[in-house]
């Protein structure tokens, strides 16, 4: 079945079922393999992505499901060479290890500063819940929400 | 391994042997030994890299048939090198590693020790590593051994080349090499006020030279581009997603691969009809022998086709996690075992010289690695030669495994290993790649597999279980009189006491493991010292000391004692006492060249523990990257709280009861605890690894605090899986 996917800014195009995760369209399909399977069951939050601006889990979100909405990946985040501001406060704190993690952090982090520009420790706890960081970066994951918060929205930034 | 879970013998039976040589690498974490038959010649390095210089190392043993710097121009180079560095006509520096990236940031903490050594900007060198046609052979990058092992070796060949970099200078000034200093890429003339560029030097050339010196090395006091905190240096691509891990790699006219497992351990295929999945257009589909297997051009594709193949399997009963401890208990059946003992004075003759003796015991669960990137591979068959890109830890052992599953020679068989998505010492094995090959060899096109996470949870390896029986008596001062230790199955590494005992008994018992085990980060260390330190604090409750003091009054070791000190004083230990479900604890000790002390506090409300603060002190020698060094130990800190608290792998008759995330419970940024880490770092001492042992401290701590918060003592790791137990349990 053919659907139409605005992802990132762009249309795209995709033949599959259409109970085909959006994970594996955006990575097999559309080449953007910067979203991960981590579990496939949305517990892990490494295939996290922006559905009309709310964090979903795509390893759970059937294509069909995700079609004609506007969908942001890890790699629609960044203007040209200017990261998103949650993207260089990660890259400021090292807020990873292994990174595969981080790609889901980052996504669900800026989906959180989009509502609530400055969270509270425990509003970033919450909200990041989902996301788990095997090497156990955390608290330099919330330092670096903290800073993104500190640089300000992406239209400022 | 004895245990013939770990048969992977539907490919060959000659993999076997493989996973017994690889388990006893793991129980042992075997240091690595450097050599390698080389099979790249000169003319292939300047065709991969240009022109320039390329310094070597020969191996060891080479040595004695070479004396000095060996200048190769046309012939090719000596068989057994052991290290390499390229310096290109651009100045752009390239050094070589059969160790992996997997998290522990040696990418950037080894170029590093390349750019202090050979004076050139950070940014000018970058590591190759674990690629079996381009870097040395190396066992695999497990035991903390990457610090202390591959950072030496690379500052030498660095050292080496920078003082061929000086000659070739002098050479070219007909100047004194004794007045040329090396700095920021170029060697300076003091005399004359000139300099030149390495790139300069090099330009136009096609030189390699083979050293045997071993050079004198930057003392860590000089360091100025080691010792700092530079970030990783291709973080930019892990934050955009860029980076391509295995999983993300993409070949010409690849498949996506699918394996249909077995129902149980142990179980044996009866019968298999695959014809349904074979009517699926563009399906390939392979039965050798145990092993079936299907390949798509898509995922679901893929998918769809195993779920039609009608297999049936027959498993033997197997027993559950129930009866686990005493499984492990029994004797193992093949006598000529893995049994290690050390014993100092006598426990027997000792005994009632004790005023104060204790006896308990202690046991650790199953826990899986649970990498984030599951096992995954890409393979392709092309013109004879196999090429598999995998997250592995052992490059190397699985080009072997390779081989061997499909009876072709090493030479045939290239492996590459891209920065990986964690492994934890759980990736030092290659199931993966051996089955993406097999569906390749068949389909006729590269394939790429990625396990499921039930996959991974079920049919990887896991940390061992163990029963730890501890023994022990003590003056009524606190001096200790004997200390009786035996460990059943979790393993040998770190069993020794640092503490001062005239008289010990201390062996390691192997099993019969129900479960297929092996490698993790920190191994036996964090079941040795979660025994040894719980049962040191009961010890001290019992003579009614204080738990720090009744440690440092057994402890001699200096680099010991200063960190339970330093940990000690930022946690500001003994100025309050436990109380109303508040309490703190405190555990420590020695393991792979690093020495660890960790203060806990925890809070106990209604039977729920959290654990609210935990302040570590570390001294893994000259510290290499302290940014870098503090993320690893608040990583270790956070993924060893997992196992302390609440981490268990659950099975009953073959199968893994709770193979998925939303069962099996990891640590979540709901557990963070603050965490201060203090780095003592000793720069007279040689730089040693710090991945594993940072983890050990963690779990005795929280047990320990437990105890002084409710006066419960937990013994059995996870400690609170479900909370406390209620008081009348």
Partial sequence: MAFTLLVNGTEQHADVEPEKPLLYVLRDDLGLTGTKYGCGEGQCGACTVLVDGSPERSCRLPVS??????????????????????????????????????????????????????????????????NICRCGTYGRIVDAVRRAASLGSPKNA | MRDPANRMDYVADDLYEVALQDSELRQHDTISHLTHTFNFDRRGFFKVLGGGLLVCIAARHAISQESGAT????HELPKTLDSWLHIGENGEVTAFTGKVEVGQNVRTSLAQQVAEELRVPLPSVRLIMGDTDLTPYDMGTFGSRTTPQMGMQLRKVSANARAVLIRMAAEHWSADAANLQAGDGRIRDSKADRSITYAELVHGQKLSKVIADDPQ???????????????????????????????????????????VRPTAFHAKLISCDTSQAE????????????????????????????????????????????????????????????????????????????????????????????????????????????????GTQRPFAVAEELAQAFRVPTESVRVIVPDTGSAYGGKHTGEAAVE???????????????????????????????????????????TLVFWEYDNYNSGPAAMRTPYEVANQRITFHPSDAPLRQGSYRSLAAAANHFARESHMDELARELRIDALEFRLKNLKNDRLRAVFQAAAEKFGWGKQKGSNGTGFGIGGGFEKGGYIATCAEVSVKSGAVKVMRVVQAFDCGAVVNPQGL??????????????????AIRFENGRIVNPHLAEYRVPRFSDLPHIEVVLVDRKDQRSMGAGETPLTGIAPAVGNAIFDAAGVRLRSMPLAPGGLPSPAA
């Fill in chain 1, 65 to 130: 499901s995700a079609a004609g909405k506007k969908i942001i990946t890890i790699e629609g985040l960044s203007r040209g060479d200017r990261l998103h501001p949650v993207q260089q406060a990660f890259l400021d704190v090292e807020a990873f290890q292994c990174a595969y993690c981080t790609p889901g952090m980052i996504v669900s982090a800026a989906a959180l500063l989009e509502r609530t520009p400055n969270p509270s420790q425990e509003q970033i706890i919450n909200h990041m819940e989902g």
């Fill in chain 2, 71 to 74: 200048v190769h121009h046309d």
């Fill in chain 2, 217 to 259: 090395l930057t003392s860590a006091t000089d360091w100025k581009i080691a010792g700092t905190s530079v970030t990783k240096t291709n973080g930019r691509d892990f934050v955009t997603g860029a980076h391509e891990y295995t999983s993300d790699i993409k070949r010409p006219g690849m498949l996506h691969g699918k394996i």
């Fill in chain 2, 279 to 390: 009517k699926i257009p563009g399906v390939s589909v392979v039965r050798d022998g145990d092993f079936i297997g299907v390949s798509a051009a898509d995922v679901i594709t893929a998918d769809r086709a195993a779920q039609a193949i009608r297999a049936q399997w027959d498993a033997p009963p197997q027993i559950s996690d129930r009866e686990l401890f005493d499984q492990l208990r029994k004797p193992a059946s093949d006598k000529d075992d893995d049994t290690e003992q050390y014993v100092l004075g006598s426990v027997a003759q000792s005994r009632t010289r004790a005023v104060k003796t204790l006896k308990q015991t202690y046991t650790v669960a199953y826990i899986a690695h649970t990498p984030l990137e599951p096992r995954a591979a890409v393979a392709e068959w092309k013109d004879g030669k196999l090429t598999v890109w995998t």
């Fill in chain 2, 436 to 478: 993406a090959a097999r569906l390749a060899k068949a389909a006729g096109k590269p394939v790429k597999l990625i396990w499921s996470r039930e996959e991974e949870f079920t049919w990887a390896y896991f940390r061992p279980s163990g029963v730890i029986d501890v023994s022990s008596g003590a003056k009524a001062d606190g």
């Fill in chain 2, 630 to 647: 503090k993320n690893q130990i608040a990583g270790a800190i956070m993924q060893g709280l997992g196992g302390a608290l609440f981490e």
